[in-house]
């Protein structure tokens, strides 16, 4: 437990929306955890601690996941008790702060979930998004604060030379994110010297099936399609030459934050999000193609890429000590606009906050 700071206040109680974490768990999240552990008392979501427990801030990643159940039933009564959670956050005058980590669901969703997202949106206090394109709700008030590199989870990984001429696309295996294509452009390069490896659990055994078709025959395909532990993760990343993710759409990536944490170049949709972190990280690292991946924009990445060998991006604008440090200010910031206290809080956040309307109300701001 966070000690009580020397000036007798209370430090913030912080209820995170995702459960006690697992070895499978996105270390982004508990990275985050960590960060807020400095300055506040950080609880892991259950029932029971959003219903009856005590705690100055709700912060919500990806809503549609804390309702997720493997039946309808279940999932129904996920959403309904989701939804009382709000309610009581919203009469009892605790914030819901809300990180916007993509611009929709990655899945369709039923109708009682896309119920309880679409009121977690809806009275949400304030909002964080990863970067500065991303929309939110206007009347509300938002900061950006950036997307943590993961170079302290991966501390511990032996250093690796890349193989030359190695692809690795890694992660959860998903339509959009177009593996399928990209072992198809693989398989169409003549070249013996370049190959690729899928690693990564399916989202459905649809997708496996799909996935081990376009592979077909070709040695130069390798498959590990189920999870992959975080050692074995690491090595597989730093024996790539280039990690290509070929998303239809790339928003906010924790995948390219990973692989460049790892000191490997990536090879991503070129758009203002990935150009941005092309200028950010120093020349090299964010190689981008543009409309559909092709044989020549792998071949033109790896003859790139090679500038960068024995180099590290720069990743210090993503300290989780500095970010854990934006993130309590927020939720700060959010208590008093929710508590109603009279006149304005000190804002002391980066240019690139959206301030509260002039006079706080009891509820927020809702849109």
């Known amino acids: 437990m966070t000690d009580v700071p020397a000036d007798g206040a209370r430090p913030l109680r912080v209820l995170e929306s995702f459960r006690t974490p697992r070895t499978t768990t996105n270390p982004y999240l508990v990275l985050l955890a960590r960060s807020l552990s400095a300055g506040a008392v950080v609880e892991t979501f259950s029932w029971r601690r959003a219903l009856a427990g005590r705690y100055d801030v709700l912060h919500v990643h990806w809503p549609e996941v804390v309702v997720e159940r493997g039946d309808p039933v279940r999932a129904l009564a996920a959403s309904a008790l989701f939804v009382a959670v709000l309610v009581r956050c919203r009469l009892a005058r605790i914030p819901v702060v809300r990180t916007a980590h993509n ?54 990984a032996a250093p690796a030379e890349p193989v030359p001429g190695r692809l690795l696309s890694f992660g959860l295996v998903r339509p959009y994110k177009g593996v399928e294509h990209l072992i198809d452009v693989v398989r169409g390069l003549d070249r013996s010297d370049v190959g690729l490896l899928v ?42 030459e280039l990690v290509v993710l070929p998303y239809r759409e790339m928003h906010n990536s924790g995948a390219v934050l990973l692989a460049l944490s790892l000191d490997r170049p990536v090879l991503v949709p070129a758009n203002a999000v990935t150009d941005a972190l092309a200028e950010e990280v120093g020349a090299g690292w964010v190689q981008r193609f543009s409309a559909e991946l092709g044989a020549d924009d792998v071949e033109t990445a790896l003859d790139a890429v090679r500038s960068v060998r024995g180099l590290v991006p720069d990743l210090s604008r993503r300290d989780w000590g500095l970010l854990g440090e934006e993130h309590l200010e927020v939720f700060r910031k959010a208590r008093v606009l929710a508590r109603g206290r009279r ?8 240019s690139t906050d959206r301030e509260a309307p002039g006079q706080p109300t009891a509820d927020g701001a809702d849109v």
Do not use: M
């Not at 969703?109 to 394109?133: H, K, S």
């Not at 006149?343 to 980066?350: D, I, K, L, M, V």
């Open 199 to 240: 690693a990564g659990r399916p989202a459905s055994a649809e997708v496996a099936v799909a996935v081990r078709r376009a592979a077909g025959a070709d040695r130069r395909i390798l498959l590990r399609l189920e999870h992959v532990p975080d050692a074995d993760l690491a090595g597989e990343i730093r024996a790539a």
């Open 343 to 350: 006149g304005r809080p000190r804002w002391s956040g980066s």
């Open 103 to 156: 611009l929709r669901p990655h899945e369709d969703q039923p109708w009682w979930t896309r119920f309880a997202v679409r009121r977690c949106d809806r009275w949400a206090t304030w909002w964080i998004r990863l970067n500065e394109t991303t929309p939110t709700p206007a009347g509300v008030p938002v900061s950006t604060i950036v997307h943590g590199h993961y170079r302290d989870w991966f501390a511990d």
